[in-house]
């Protein structure tokens, strides 16, 4: 934790009206991007996938771009849509 603690303050003066954003940054500038780039874009690809093979592509990946993998189990629990099957009518 002391490690940490010295890299986001690293180059911050702690009485600088600023400092909170240095550090913030510098803990973003920390962080692995572009693996949770790929990792992203594997859950979307799978998302699309299971919402493809549950005939509901575009919520599959709503799905899995809002709850990530937990996405997919919602997409796997709801049922699949019937074919040929109407949405109720309105009411006037």
């Known amino acids: 934790m002391d490690e940490l603690l010295a890299k986001?303050?690293?180059g911050?003066?702690?009485d600088a009206p600023g400092?909170?954003?240095?550090?913030?940054?510098n803990l973003l500038n920390?962080?692995?991007?572009?693996?949770m780039f790929w990792?992203?874009?594997l859950f979307i690809a799978v998302g699309a996938l299971l919402g493809w093979w549950r005939g509901?592509?575009?919520?599959g990946i709503v799905w899995a771009v809002v709850l990530g993998p937990i996405g997919w189990i919602v997409i796997l629990l709801k049922p699949r849509p019937?074919?040929?099957a109407q949405p109720p009518?309105?009411?006037?």
């Open 8 to 10: 986001a303050t690293q």
């Open 89 to 92: 009518p309105l009411r006037h």
């Open 19 to 25: 400092a909170f954003w240095h550090i913030f940054l």
């Open 56 to 59: 509901r592509t575009a919520e």
């Open 82 to 84: 019937r074919p040929g």
């Open 30 to 35: 920390m962080l692995p991007w572009a693996a």
């Open 39 to 41: 990792w992203n874009v």
């Open 12 to 14: 911050v003066d702690p």
